[in-house]
């Protein structure tokens, strides 16, 4: 792998090149050729050459890439198959839905605990996983080490549990509440958006563009 | 506003820019120059000088875009304002997390009931939306018009939801289920991959990039 610097915008196009080689993969399809991947991602087939190169890329003329090959090098890029080990600072629905969505341990996360600042929640478990006093972050972490600190508080508190997570050393934050919050310099932060693709739905309805992969 | 197609790149930044631009609203800022929106925003200013001239553009030279102005004009190519109706397939913690998440009533968008197949959940109501069994979608569909189907059930279940929903017409699908799901020609479909972002927050740890907006 070249040691180029990678561009936020080709980062942000990795995950949807690992979940499609994921799928080529699971249906046992053993190369595929930038033209293909063009016309199933949607994308211009030269920016997916250009894309590839950036990491090495393992193109040939004729042959295309081969599919394993290429995940592992994307996965690896990603940073993923590693182990880390998550927070989640909120117990309410979202952060219920999380523990729930992915089979994020078979991906290599686990998430180890909850937090919450509501009493009739404190102490008690869901999926096996203990919900915590928000105010024993910091004893939990010193004996636990966090990797990812994940917001799933109301709007109003979620800068506070970043503050919170920051204070307490956490170095990379997942934010789910419907807010942005901001970070110190050297903390790793992802806000999500779920409105986004709300909103290209909607515009979507009032066009008549293909739907997109 | 020029009525040339919009690409998906540009469609998939919109809601971005919306964003950004309600924020410098709240924040009483009245015009913004493409320089700051770029360093704001971690994008290329000749892309966003692109971008917003793909519908029409209003900056001017030495003053920039006015905000509101572009905020309101990007709202209306979204289709943003409109008044949607939506059900919710899967009554579980998505679903719930979804009625809760955003505010979604105060933007125009009426998530009117839920449907799943738990019978103990029949007939309850959450938030005051009432949960019918996934059998009724049908009757209350032709009693009821919905824009927007909302896939929040588990993984297995998702593509019987979607097919549920095109058997009774509903022309746009939002799924969260953590599985892609395909759609006939003429539906409009946005699968979330909420894990994406968690992938781009790993290559962050990994890496030394600054972290973006």
């Known amino acids: 792998m070249k040691e180029e610097k990678i561009s936020e915008a080709v980062v942000h196009r990795l995950p949807k090149y690992y979940r499609y080689l994921n799928d080529l993969e ?3 399809i053993e190369r595929i050729s930038s033209w293909k991947m063009s016309s199933d991602l949607d994308l211009n087939a030269s920016q997916i050459r250009r894309d590839l190169n950036c990491f090495g890329g393992f193109g040939q003329q004729g042959y295309g890439y081969q599919v394993i090959k290429l995940k592992e090098e994307i996965k690896k890029i990603l940073g993923l198959g590693k182990k880390y080990t998550a927070v989640i600072l909120g117990a309410g629905n979202i952060g219920q839905a999380l523990i729930n969505y992915l089979g994020f341990e078979k991906e290599g996360y686990n998430i180890a605990a909850l937090f919450d600042v509501n009493e009739k929640l404190i102490g008690k478990e869901f999926h096996g996983k203990k919900i915590f006093h928000m105010n024993d972050l910091g004893a939990y972490i010193a004996e636990n080490p966090v990797d990812i600190g994940i917001i799933a508080t109301p709007r109003a508190a979620a800068q506070q549990a970043a503050n919170l997570l920051m204070q307490h050393n956490v170095k990379a ?12 310099k050297g903390v790793k932060l992802e806000n999500v958006h779920l409105s986004d693709s709300l909103y290209v739905l909607c515009y979507r309805i009032n066009n008549e563009t293909e739907t997109e992969l």
Do not use: L, R, S, Y
């Not at 934050?173 to 110190?184: E, G, L, M, R, S």
């Open 26 to 28: 699971q249906k046992g």
């Open 173 to 184: 934050i997942w934010n789910f509440a419907p807010v942005d919050v901001t970070v110190q």
